[in-house]
């Protein structure tokens, strides 16, 4: 079984910065691809970046430039750093993880999620 711990959520101002950090155990290959997607209320899951085993990423358009997926694969973990938040970023964040990469709604695995508020 696959299991994912979230880290590093938190409150800040806007135009700052958090790092989310996440760690993964079980089968590497249940995991081929990992990644973040974010869930506030009202709203639907929003897929925010993945990126595979051979560092390959893709991002959505509204966090582009802004936020950066990165992975340490020998201790299993998954990073985001998020820089220029602004309050339309306020989510609870979760990690994710698969065979393949997926869509915010249809990760196989997934964390129990780690909340970001972002303050004007």
């Known amino acids: 079984q696959v299991h994912l711990s979230e880290s590093g959520g938190g409150s800040v101002l806007a135009g700052g910065s958090l790092r989310l950090s996440c760690t993964a155990s079980?089968?590497?290959?249940?995991?081929?691809?990992m990644g973040w997607f974010r869930q506030s209320p009202g709203k639907g899951r929003e897929g925010v970046a993945t990126?595979?085993?051979?560092?390959?990423?893709t991002y959505a358009d509204s966090v582009k430039d802004r936020f950066i997926i990165s992975q340490d694969i020998t201790n299993s973990n998954l990073y985001l750093q998020m820089t220029s938040l602004t309050p339309g970023d306020t989510a609870t964040y979760y990690c994710?993880?698969?065979?393949?990469?997926?869509?915010?709604?249809?990760?196989?695995?997934r964390g129990q999620g780690t909340q970001v508020t972002v303050s004007s």
């Open positions: 079980g089968p590497t290959y249940k995991r081929v691809c």
């Open positions: 990126i595979d085993r051979s560092g390959s990423t």
């Open positions: 994710a993880a698969d065979f393949a990469c997926r869509t915010a709604d249809t990760w196989l695995y």
